[in-house]
């Protein structure tokens, strides 16, 4: 599995050049069909295309090994954070700031979920209807919906079979969502840790 984990990190790191490439030259190449391509301009076009597809694919799986699998999980985000315990003290390092970066993640998306879920109106209303002379009003409250409003767009062709744009889930959902996984997956840890 180690082995697969490596061979799949290191797919995703050296081709990302080539889809950027590939998304670059689909950017701002003005031909949508490429009939006026050489035979090795389409060459080259198909293998980055294919790559790209390819690419996304296994992108898409990585994540979600890396989401459900914990061995992979730690191999990469330790190659990513550049995570190397040799000994104890360097355990006892990765622990403390472990805590403090889940700490204050952790507030920070609860700040986030509050200014998302807050709301504050300030507006002036007409002077006939004033209490007590003051026209400057004040309101207050907490706005929260699970799922987004979708946006209804028509397609007179119908040629649209299938469109995904976004995450349907609203902003402060997301946040609640991340607050939970990350309070679960943290206490489930613990728990698991000291039982051993």
Same mark, same amino acid.
């Given at each position: 599995?180690?082995?697969?984990?490596? !061979?799949?990190?290191?797919? !995703?790191?050296?081709?990302?050049?080539?889809?950027?490439?590939?998304?670059?030259?689909? *950017?701002?190449?003005?031909? @949508?069909?490429?009939?006026?391509? #050489?035979?090795?301009?389409?060459?080259?076009? *198909?293998?980055?295309?294919?790559?790209?597809? &390819?690419?996304? %694919?296994?992108?898409?799986? &990585?994540?979600?090994?890396?989401?459900?699998?914990?061995?992979?999980?730690?191999? =990469?985000?330790?190659?990513?954070?550049?995570?190397?315990?040799?000994?104890?003290? *360097?355990?006892?390092?990765?622990?403390?700031?472990?805590?403090?970066?889940?700490?204050?993640?952790?507030?920070? !998306?609860?700040?986030?979920?509050?200014?998302?879920?807050? @709301?504050?109106?300030?507006?002036?209303?007409?002077?006939?209807?004033?209490?007590?002379?003051?026209?400057?009003?004040?309101?207050?409250?907490?706005?929260?919906?699970? &799922?987004?409003?979708?946006?209804?767009? =028509?397609?007179?062709?119908?040629?649209?079979? &299938?469109? #995904?744009?976004?995450?349907?889930?609203?902003? #402060? %959902?997301?946040? !609640?969502?991340?607050? %939970?996984?990350?309070?679960?997956?943290?206490?489930?840890? %613990?728990?698991?840790?000291?039982?051993?």
């Amino acid at each position: 599995m180690n082995k697969t984990i490596r !061979l799949i990190q290191n797919y !995703l790191l050296f081709t990302l050049p080539l889809v950027v490439m590939c998304m670059i030259w689909g *950017e701002f190449s003005p031909e @949508t069909n490429h009939e006026s391509y #050489s035979t090795l301009q389409k060459v080259i076009w *198909e293998i980055l295309s294919y790559n790209l597809m &390819f690419w996304f %694919a296994v992108l898409i799986l &990585f994540l979600f090994i890396l989401v459900f699998n914990k061995q992979s999980r730690e191999m =990469t985000l330790t190659r990513l954070a550049n995570i190397k315990e040799r000994d104890e003290r *360097e355990q006892v390092i990765t622990g403390k700031a472990s805590k403090m970066t889940y700490i204050s993640s952790l507030s920070i !998306l609860i700040l986030f979920l509050f200014l998302s879920v807050f @709301t504050i109106n300030i507006h002036r209303v007409p002077q006939d209807q004033a209490i007590n002379g003051k026209t400057g009003s004040v309101s207050i409250g907490l706005h929260f919906n699970f &799922f987004d409003s979708p946006q209804v767009k =028509t397609n007179t062709k119908g040629e649209i079979i &299938f469109e #995904s744009k976004d995450i349907p889930l609203s902003k #402060s %959902a997301i946040l !609640l969502v991340l607050i %939970a996984w990350q309070l679960m997956t943290f206490n489930l840890a %613990a728990r698991k840790e000291s039982l051993i």
